[in-house]
């Protein structure tokens, strides 16, 4: 089944202790991204990857690191959680960014940051 | 820019037609697409406009002016399972941007 999943589904965690999200893909797409969710503020893109070992920083990038060192996988890594990272995270992929290329959603991950 | 306005809330009688607008900024504008997400899941694709006009997917359709630039989605004989969130979004010559979403509520 063609699908993006994303680990933990939920987490709280305190602040300052380092974590990573895994995020992975098994439809071959060489675009990935990763979005956070706050009420009212809609989809805010934090990081996305074009391809393999190229990343670039979204609208939100402070505070998070991401890497691209294979395809199907596009991590997210938060040094030092604040409580202002709390939120609904969403990883996607598609097979480009042009035209109607369809971005596939991973299912989320809640974070809790205290 | 890049930014999207659509409607935050918007409440509809089952059985009915509900249309959602949405207007985006110009710069670097390849299409529109829309996107549906229910309280709990994940964003899921409804649609993709390149081209003006209408391009209609069983009882959703969604059109596209690019002189306007203005796009809407459109939900015909709603079914109170379409009660949720629609995002209208934005691809180009950067990163896909998303609108910050309507809030749909069917009521019977």
């Known amino acids: 089944e063609a699908q993006v999943t994303q680990n933990p589904r939920y987490l709280i965690t305190v602040t300052g202790k380092k974590l990573t999200v895994t995020c992975s893909q098994n439809?071959?797409?060489?675009?990935m991204s990763w979005y956070r969710q706050d009420p009212g503020l809609g989809l805010r893109q934090i990081y996305y990857?074009?391809?393999?070992?190229?990343?670039d920083k979204g609208d939100v990038p402070e505070g998070y690191k991401v890497s691209r060192k294979e395809k199907r996988n596009f991590p997210l890594i938060l040094e030092s959680p604040s409580p202002n990272q709390t939120s609904l995270y969403f990883c996607?992929?598609?097979?480009?960014?042009?035209?109607?290329?369809?971005?596939?959603f991973g299912p989320g991950t809640r974070l809790t940051v205290l | 820019g890049q930014s999207l306005e659509q409607p935050s809330e918007v409440t509809a009688v089952e059985g009915a037609i509900v249309q959602i607008n949405c207007t985006y900024q110009?710069?670097?504008?390849?299409?529109l697409s829309w996107y549906q997400q229910h309280d709990g899941g994940a964003p899921t694709f409804l649609s993709y406009?390149?081209?003006?006009g209408l391009e209609e997917t069983g009882r959703f359709s969604s059109f596209l002016s690019r002189s306007d630039s203005y796009g809407y989605l459109l939900l015909q004989e709603l079914q109170m399972k379409d009660s949720a969130s629609y995002f209208c979004?934005?691809?180009?010559?950067?990163?896909?941007?998303f609108g910050k979403g309507t809030r749909l509520s069917v009521i019977a």
């Open positions: 996607a992929s598609s097979k480009g960014t042009g035209g109607s290329n369809e971005q596939f």
């Open positions: 439809m071959n797409h060489e675009y």
């Open positions: 990857s074009m391809n393999v070992e190229v990343t």
């Open positions: 110009t710069s670097g504008f390849y299409g």
């Open positions: 406009n390149g081209l003006d």
């Open positions: 979004a934005r691809s180009g010559n950067t990163p896909l941007v």
